[in-house]
């Protein structure tokens, strides 16, 4: 069975290369959707996959991250990358170029990491990532799959330890720590009620 839990954001980057002049030569920003899709053969003690209030509490805050901020490729520019950094307080850095196909992969690689980290409390069985939508407009969406994440040879690779959030965005996370903790390998709790 699988469920979807839609997340929003509100995000500014520029996709470097693409022949897009306006994409690749300006600064832009989109109204992102992002769709999660869990998967189970199984259910939990309340008969459900995965209760969606779970999906609020981290892949929630690693997605709201990106919202009201702009997404830097690190292999850019180094003074674009410090100017902007300079003048955004919420700013991430990735990386690969910071298109839709990249962004479902960064968060394809993300949620996977939480749900392997993350110690259930209602007898959830087997959860896994079936897929990450992100739509750039309304027209146009890449979806991810576990084989496009991992292609590395010919799509990037992505390290979680390459993705960096600033200080304003690890403030706003209701576990400030979070980062350090899925980066450390250590288990992410969940409260008993949501």
């Not at 980057?13 to 920003?29: D, L, Q, T």
């Not at 997605?63 to 100017?83: M, P, Q, R, V």
């Not at 991810?144 to 390290?159: L, Q, S, T, V």
Request: hydrophobic fraction near 40%; glycine fraction near 2%; charge should be positive.
């Amino acid at each position: 069975m699988i469920i979807r839990k839609l997340f929003k954001f509100e995000n500014a980057h520029i996709v470097r290369n693409c022949i897009s002049r306006r994409c690749s030569k300006s600064i832009h920003g989109h109204s992102y959707k992002v769709e999660v899709k869990l998967k189970s053969n199984f259910l939990d003690n309340a008969q459900m996959v995965c209760d969606f209030g779970l999906m609020k509490i981290y892949i929630k805050d690693l997605i709201d991250s990106f919202d009201h901020a702009i997404t830097l490729w690190s292999k850019d520019n180094t003074e674009y990358i410090e100017f902007a950094k300079k003048f955004s307080e919420r700013w991430i850095e990735l990386p690969v170029n910071p298109s839709a196909e990249q962004f479902s992969r960064v968060f394809f690689v993300m949620i996977e990491k939480v749900l392997s980290l993350t110690e259930f409390k209602n007898a959830e069985k087997e959860v896994k990532l079936h897929s990450v939508i992100v739509h750039e407009t309304d027209t146009g969406y890449a979806e991810c799959f576990r084989e496009d994440a991992y292609n590395f040879e010919n799509m990037g690779k992505i390290d979680l330890k390459d993705i960096k959030f600033s200080e304003r965005i690890k403030k706003e996370w209701k576990d400030s720590k979070m980062w350090d903790k899925i980066l450390k390998n250590k288990k992410l709790t969940l409260p008993k009620e949501v």
